[in-house]
């Protein structure tokens, strides 16, 4: 797969999951379990896109913290409003498994992730458009 397939495939299947955490929002009461999961899920493919972008292999990792690391290693740093983000590693696996400590649950707010997703997502199609990609090298 050529890199531009691999970072149309990753927008596209972040995209899946930012459908599913809307759907999950306009609900309501939702479990918060799944709000993280997919709100980590988006942010995840969305960086891996971005590191495709700029040239970095990703390894396979749930760990948004890391993956923010390595585009920073890049010399593509996320913008640090994105920060908050990073608390989402846990919503991949680990409490898809365990019960979500009480002191998170009180803290989670989905419709402020889902706004951080949407500008992480706007960072990340400026920095992978096609024609940002040729001014580039």
Do not use: C, N
């Amino acid at each position: 797969m050529s890199r531009r397939a691999h970072i149309e495939t990753l927008l596209r299947k972040a995209a899946q999951d930012e459908l599913a955490l809307d759907l999950l929002l306009q609900h309501g009461a939702m479990p918060e379990e799944l709000v993280g999961f997919h709100a980590q899920q988006a942010a995840e493919k969305l960086l891996k896109a971005a590191l495709r972008t700029v040239g970095a292999d990703y390894p396979l990792t749930h760990r948004i913290e890391r993956l923010m690391d390595l585009l920073a290693e890049a010399g593509s740093s996320t913008p640090s409003d994105l920060d908050e983000l990073r608390l989402l590693t846990p919503f991949a696996v680990e409490f898809r498994y365990d019960i979500l400590p009480s002191e998170a649950e009180a803290t989670l707010d989905g419709h402020r992730l889902r706004g951080l997703i949407a500008q992480l997502r706007q960072w990340v199609e400026a920095l992978s458009a096609p024609d940002a990609e040729d001014a580039e090298g």
